[in-house]
């Protein structure tokens, strides 16, 4: 059984940093992509970033490319979530999700319903 446990977050000041790891258990993940997405209260779901597990590719929203930055260590199975240059609008529940094996037909991997495991949540506030 996949369990995803993220931590990390907290209460920063605007244009401070934080890191949320992501540590992944139950299974190897050489085929899984890991993303990160959020949200805030009254929002949907939005994505930040993901990482394929084996050959370390990334993509990011672009509300984030340039502050955040997704990385993995494989030893240890955990994704990490390097913030910085934070903003207000950066606010919300942070979560990490996972997908695999990787297949024909998955959906976009900017999308959470393409996602088939999720973590519990990290709450990020930064205040203005």
């Known amino acids: 059984q996949v369990q995803l446990v993220e931590s990390g977050g907290g209460l920063v000041q605007a244009g401070g940093s934080l890191r949320l790891s992501c540590a992944a258990s139950?299974?190897?993940?050489?085929?899984?992509?890991m993303g990160w997405f959020r949200q805030a209260p009254g929002k949907e779901r939005e994505f930040g970033a993901f990482?394929?597990?084996?050959?370390?590719?990334?993509k990011y929203a672009d509300s984030v490319k340039g502050r955040f930055t997704i990385s993995r260590d494989i030893a240890k199975n955990t994704v990490y979530l390097q913030m910085n240059s934070l903003k207000p609008e950066d606010t919300a529940v942070y979560y990490c999700?996972?997908?695999?094996?990787?297949?024909?037909?998955?959906?976009?991997?900017?999308?959470?319903?393409?996602?088939?495991?999720w973590g519990q949540g990290t709450q990020v506030t930064v205040s203005s």
């Open positions: 990482i394929t597990w084996s050959g370390g590719s990334t």
């Open positions: 139950g299974r190897t993940f050489s085929n899984f992509a």
């Open positions: 999700a996972a997908v695999g094996p990787l297949r024909s037909g998955l959906g976009p991997l900017n999308r959470p319903a393409s996602y088939d495991y």
